[in-house]
């Protein structure tokens, strides 16, 4: 497990050279894995960022602050170019699994197809992550021509960072943080700053108790109580996560598994 905040600003080296600056991550709102990382290229390429998938990291240094990815600067260099104030769209990730030869089923393992490029929309589905430029919220909720084609699931780490949540009685805070498994890429727990509710407390939140999510006006709504937030296991983000905590998290709430 690890938290994701700390890794932007990640260098990124490929096997000749470095390539740029993790600038954020992008997820995906239906299976909650990372899908890309967001490169921006420095002045190696000047005013360009890239998207790279998590599965071409081949090594991570954290005392170095640096991912290795099985790439060369010119494979990178010729890859499919993130257009100036535009989506993000299901045929520009089309093109990049196209030319790294990269297969979308296999990289999900074997996920649904609601959850990669070209699932349909959920009805309180926001503006599109927009790569390198603002988005026009009025546009993209009226489907103008900047949001179509766009993949819609996609959502930035560094967006929904401050989203408000709310239990089914009420505010409990904010959301500070995410926690994934640097296995798959999955985003298991939302770390929530509870703020003037509880102060000087944290809790994790697992997806599983997500109701919706309501873009435009930036918060998440669960399905669970503030007393049993409240009632959770504590968590202490000085102590190492580890699979006993999971175990009791997951009990506590009735969420499947040990760890999402």
Known sequence: MQVISPLKGFSIEASDGRIGTVVDFLFDDASWKVRWLVIDCGTWLTGRKVLIHPSAISQEDLERQQFV??????????????????????????QLYSYYGWDP???????????????????????????LGPTDEAEARGG???????????????????????????????????????????????????????????????????????????HVALNVSRELVKA????????????????RLHKHYGWPGSRA
């Open 69 to 94: 990815v099985a790439l060369t600067k010119a494979q990178v260099e010729g890859s499919p170019e993130l257009a100036e104030d535009q989506p993000v769209s299901q045929q520009m990730e089309a």
């Open 105 to 131: 089923l296999s990289l999900w393992g074997g996920a649904n197809l609601s959850a990669i490029p070209g699932a349909m929309a959920s009805p309180l589905m926001g503006p599109p992550y927009m790569g």
């Open 144 to 218: 103008g021509s900047a949001s179509r084609g766009a993949d819609l699931h996609l959502r930035s780490v560094v967006e929904v960072s401050g989203y408000r949540v709310h239990a089914v009685d009420g505010e409990i805070g904010h959301i500070e943080n995410l926690m994934f498994d640097d296995a798959d890429w999955s985003v298991r727990y939302f770390i929530v700053d509870t703020g003037n509710w509880w102060f000087g407390k944290r809790v994790l939140i697992s997806p599983r108790a997500v109701k919706r999510v309501d873009w435009f006006d930036r």
């Open 232 to 247: 959770s296991p504590p968590w202490d983000p000085l102590v190492a996560f580890n699979d006993e905590y999971a175990k």
